[in-house]
């Protein structure tokens, strides 16, 4: 287990982009359809049980949460989006304060997006994806709740969301999928080695 993200802790929770903290961190942030398993996947991601609220009810009031790392590095979990029962236009408000952050966030290094394996690339997922593509902003996709499927199942939808990416975009600027699941803990090893890329990457040399 990596250290780093065990030491995550509640920071600050903001209800708009006006009180976002000030704009000279590092953080990465994650994003997902509501109940893709986000705040699963946080919690596994960091070792805690309940640093982010998993929900029996998504939808429930949305604000962006800061969990601080160390020196002044963060993970952000962005309200969920896509409930079925959250009215359009506050889901769409919600998405586009969302895109308007992975646009103007400088502190942004990377944006990773919680999908259910068993419905990946939805019309929102969609729209992040091309977003950060707009923004050069890397994104890496975990198709979460990998257990629910059989090894085999799991596998062909990995390789087939690897094709669309394959196909949608330029070597250089592809989002990167891996499989995942909070309830086996697998895929761990795999998403701490990109968000220490991103958040702890090595000096570059000379
Ligand atoms: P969020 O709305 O995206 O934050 O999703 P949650 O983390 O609250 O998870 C939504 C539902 O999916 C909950 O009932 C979780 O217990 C379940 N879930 C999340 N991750 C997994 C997983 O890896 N495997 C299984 N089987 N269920 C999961």
Request: charged share 25%; with cysteine; hydrophobic share 35%.
């Amino acid at each position: 287990m990596n250290s780093r993200y065990r030491q995550a802790r509640f920071h600050i929770g903001v209800a708009d982009l006006l009180q976002l903290p000030p704009d000279d961190t590092e953080e990465v942030a994650v994003a997902g359809r509501s109940n893709a398993g986000k705040s699963s996947a946080l919690n596994a991601i960091t070792d805690q049980r309940a640093l982010a609220r998993t929900s029996k009810t998504p939808g429930r009031t949305q604000q962006i949460n800061y969990f601080a790392l160390q020196d002044n590095r963060y993970l952000v979990d962005l309200p969920g989006y896509g409930y079925a029962r959250v009215p359009p236009d506050i889901s769409r408000r919600w998405l586009r304060a969302i895109g308007d952050y992975l646009h103007k966030r400088r502190s942004l290094r990377g944006l990773i997006i919680v999908m259910d394996v068993r419905h990946p690339l939805k019309e929102f997922d969609c729209q992040l994806l091309d977003w950060c593509f707009e923004a050069e902003l890397p994104v890496h996709v975990l198709l979460s709740k990998a257990d629910k499927l059989s090894r085999g199942a799991a596998a062909a939808t990995l390789q087939q969301v690897r094709r669309r990416f394959n196909e949608a975009y330029p070597e250089d600027s592809r989002p990167t999928a891996q499989l995942f699941s909070a309830l086996k803990k697998t895929g761990l090893d795999e998403v701490h080695r990109r968000l220490d890329a991103w958040l702890y990457p090595p000096p570059r040399q000379a």
